[in-house]
């Protein structure tokens, strides 16, 4: 009988993390290819408005405009009111012109010509912010926009 | 000397060390994903050239006050029922079976007081200056939305797909099938309900 009891008695066996790294690793290398830097340094907030009739914009032929309300830390010397910022600075509605050619001027040259204004705008902006970088977009030609929205029914906000 | 066998290098810490990396890539990885209303603006017109008269009833006219209210044809209005209504607007095909206008696909109330056809249906959409972003937004998503409906159910009738869809793997790149033969029917719907959405300059004050 006594050899069945002993058997018995034996513990668990402690759960072997030998290939914990191989684990780890493996997401590691997941997030290290889906990484992408962020090129640009928000410095406005940005709260996008959700819509549900969307489309997906084309990365390579896109600039962007950021504009809404200063972020925290950039309120005290940019104030309140909503602003425009293209590529790392805060930009004045009559410079569009210049910084989105500087943008455009990034990209593929067989793709320049199909360029797509892509506006981020807090949903706390006014509209005529909007209005205004629209009216400057007609003058340079640059017809093309996309709104970047979240995904969601805008009836619900 | 004698061959000292080399001291096994410990592995412990690696996973420490996978994770510290981990961790960091997990911090700083934004999955960007950006969506939006794809929208054309109308180039300067520098021409004196008058623009052509609408009628009346075929403006569908959404004025959008600082407080964020909707007031469409004169009558105030809900957010909820603005789809509804645009998509009752444009599909009326109010003109008579007789007129050149007429509309054979069109599934409206035929009212002789609403538009006379999708292609001469004007959508006109006006803003305060302090209108906010996010209700200028979830107005043209609803507008969207009416034309999206109606052009849908129009390829449903006609080739037995949604336009989105079909739209939406076209740009994807993962459309299966005669690509070329698909973008003419995408012209074909967006013929039959051509988007026109005018934006009006706002008001100041």
């Given amino acids: 009988m006594s050899k069945f009891t002993k058997k018995k008695s034996n513990e668990l066996p402690p759960v072997s993390t030998a290939s914990l790294p191989d684990i780890v690793f493996m997401l590691l290398f997941f997030f290290m290819v889906v990484t992408v830097m962020r090129d640009t340094e928000l410095k406005v907030e940005q709260n996008l408005p959700k819509a549900n009739q969307i489309e997906k914009l084309k990365k390579d ?8 309300k200063p972020s925290m830390q950039y309120k005290k010397n940019f104030g309140d009111e909503g602003r425009i910022q293209i590529g790392d600075k805060f930009t004045d509605v009559s410079n569009i012109g210049l910084a989105l050619t500087e943008a455009r001027g990034k990209l593929n040259p067989e793709l320049q010509s199909k360029v797509v204004v892509a ?39 | ?52 008269k609408i009628k009346e009833k075929n403006l569908f006219i959404v004025l959008v006050n600082k407080n964020d209210q909707l007031l469409v044809n004169d ?35 035929r009212s002789i007081t609403s538009s006379d056809n999708p292609t001469k249906a004007v959508i006109s959409v006006q803003n305060d200056r302090l209108t906010s972003y996010k209700m200028y937004i979830s107005v043209q998503n609803e507008l969207v939305a009416a034309y999206n409906f109606l052009r849908n159910r129009e390829s449903q009738r006609l ?37 026109k959405l005018s934006e009006a300059q706002p008001k100041k004050n």
């Fill in chain 1, 61 to 68: 032929r896109s600039v962007f405009i950021f504009a809404g």
């Fill in chain 1, 119 to 157: 506006l981020k705008v807090d949903d706390d902006t006014n509209t005529g912010l909007v209005t205004d970088i629209k009216e400057k977009l007609r003058e340079l030609n640059m017809v093309k926009i996309i709104y970047i929205t979240t995904s969601g029914d805008p009836l619900e906000q």
């Fill in chain 2, 1 to 52: 000397m004698a061959r000292r066998s080399a001291p096994e290098v410990n592995a412990g810490s690696m996973a420490d060390i996978a994770f510290l990396l981990l961790i960091f890539f997990l911090v700083t990885t934004t999955l960007e994903k950006d969506n939006g209303i794809a929208r054309q603006l109308p180039p300067i017109d520098k021409s004196e050239i008058e623009p052509p």
């Fill in chain 2, 75 to 109: 009558s105030p209005m809900e957010l909820e029922e603005l789809r509804e209504n645009a998509i009752d607007f444009l599909d009326n095909g109010g003109a008579l079976s007789s007129s050149p206008e007429y509309c054979d696909y069109c599934k409206g109330n």
């Fill in chain 2, 159 to 195: 080739y037995g797909w949604d336009f989105t869809d079909v739209k939406k793997e076209i740009d994807a790149g993962t459309y299966l099938g005669n690509q070329s033969d698909a973008q003419d029917k995408l012209k074909e719907i967006q013929r039959l309900f051509p988007l």
